[in-house]
């Protein structure tokens, strides 16, 4: 009776590299999607190949990896843990593969996976999770079911906040969990937070945001959370930022996980550092949590780049919260109108027409393109444009309202195709 071969499943495992030899044979594409994670691993990784991409020969060139500039031989293998075969010689190859059976190095073969000792599964990372998929001959289907989870651990759909661990932040190393997280949301659009910043909202007790911070992400937060507009915090006799700084610091101590929800970046005329120098103050740990600024984000919108060849090879970002001719503004003005790049000006809607006045005063041309973009972003997005010289009217006028991002200088007229129209 004729005995059938029985297949059997892969056992899955993850190799702890640091520090132990790998060999990878061939220098091609392959080779240049693998190596990155080897690097990551520790592994002491030794190419040999007699040539490369240019991305790992690159690697080489920093040190990152050791590169023998040749064909394989036999004892390439010797001494090492793990092998990855990628020639485009099917004989080198084979002889690779049974060096590695003869010495018992784990062996993936990019042309033969029915020959090899091992698979590479389908990998991901989500905030020190590795996921690993094999689903047998379906490299396809493996990614996509690596891609699901993923994105399930990011956005917290796979696991209730309260069962997970605690994030750290980046300098905490045995210090406690952190317990505040200074979020950007962004410029307005939902998907343009950080992926860090939306899995951390996933995570959250309390949440503090204002009119700036992404709305649409409030909707996605599990019934259990507390959501605070910090526009509506009592604060009395207190500064309505004293204020918020004191409800961070009541919740953390509460034992609550904390997200500080902040539009834009948290350092880009956010208060985030006040927030920041409060908690420290209170012992509080925290973390921050970057945001894509709307001082890029929202030009780039509308088909707007801030800096552009042979038209700008600056941008600069200013706040225009306070008039030019306030003796609080630290901002230099005149210095301002003599340059020739571009000028952002955030949160500048109320002054406009006193700063483009400013601006002309001292030099720069009244002609010169503006447009003003509010509400960036979002589904209530809009353009205005105009030039120094009838900004002011222009807002008044077309009823601008904040929050509007103002772009002066020459490349608000430079135009491509047609950019995606926001949600």
Not at 111 to 134: C, Q
Not at 198 to 225: F, K, S, W, Y
């Amino acid at each position: 009776m004729a005995e059938h071969a029985v297949e059997h499943a892969a056992y899955p495992v993850g190799l702890r590299l640091s520090g132990r030899r790998v060999v990878v044979l061939g220098g091609g594409q392959v080779a240049q999607r693998r190596l990155p994670a080897l690097v990551a691993a520790g592994a002491d990784v030794l190419l040999v190949s007699p040539s490369a991409t240019p991305s790992v020969e690159a690697m080489a060139d920093t040190g990152e990896i050791r590169w023998e500039r040749r064909r394989y031989r036999a004892g390439d293998l010797a001494d090492a843990w793990y092998a990855l075969i990628s020639t485009d010689d099917p004989e080198a190859n084979a002889a690779a593969s049974r060096e590695a059976e003869e010495n018992r190095v784990w062996c993936v073969r990019s042309d033969d996976a029915e020959a090899a000792t091992a698979w590479t599964p389908a990998t991901g990372r989500s905030e020190g999770v590795t996921v690993a998929v094999l689903t047998g001959r379906d490299p396809r289907r493996s990614a996509a079911v690596r891609d699901a989870v993923v994105e399930g651990l990011r956005d917290g759909t796979l696991a209730a906040p309260h069962h997970r661990a605690r994030p750290r932040g980046p300098e905490s190393g045995d210090r406690p969990a952190v317990r505040v997280s200074l979020v950007g949301g962004g410029p307005g659009d939902p998907d343009l937070i950080t992926v860090r910043g939306r899995r951390l909202l996933a995570e959250a007790d309390v949440v503090i945001t204002d009119r700036l911070g992404p709305r649409d992400l409030l909707a996605e937060l599990p019934p259990h959370v507390e959501v605070i507009d910090a526009a509506k915090i009592p604060y009395g006799r207190f500064m309505a930022q004293e204020a918020i700084n004191d409800a961070l610091i009541e919740h953390a101590r509460a034992g609550k996980t904390v997200v500080r929800l902040k539009g834009g970046d948290p350092f880009v005329f956010g208060r985030g550092m006040e927030e920041a120098q409060a908690l420290a103050e209170a012992g509080i740990p925290y973390t921050v949590v970057p945001g894509i600024s709307s001082s890029i984000s929202v030009p780039g919108a509308v088909g707007i780049p801030v800096t552009h060849r042979g038209v700008a090879h600056e941008f600069t970002v200013v706040s225009g919260h306070v008039a030019p001719d306030d003796a609080r503004s630290l901002v230099d003005w005149p210095s301002l109108a003599r340059l020739r790049g571009t000028l952002v000006i955030l949160m500048g809607v109320q002054n406009s027409g006193a700063i483009a006045t400013e601006l002309i005063a001292h030099g720069r041309p009244a002609d010169t393109p503006v447009a003003v973009v509010q509400e960036g972003t979002t589904a209530a997005q809009r353009r205005v444009d105009a030039t120094l010289a009838t900004l002011g009217e222009a807002v008044r006028t077309e009823g601008v309202r904040p929050p509007a991002v103002i772009v002066v200088g020459d490349v608000v007229g430079v135009t491509a195709a047609a950019t995606d129209t926001p949600r």
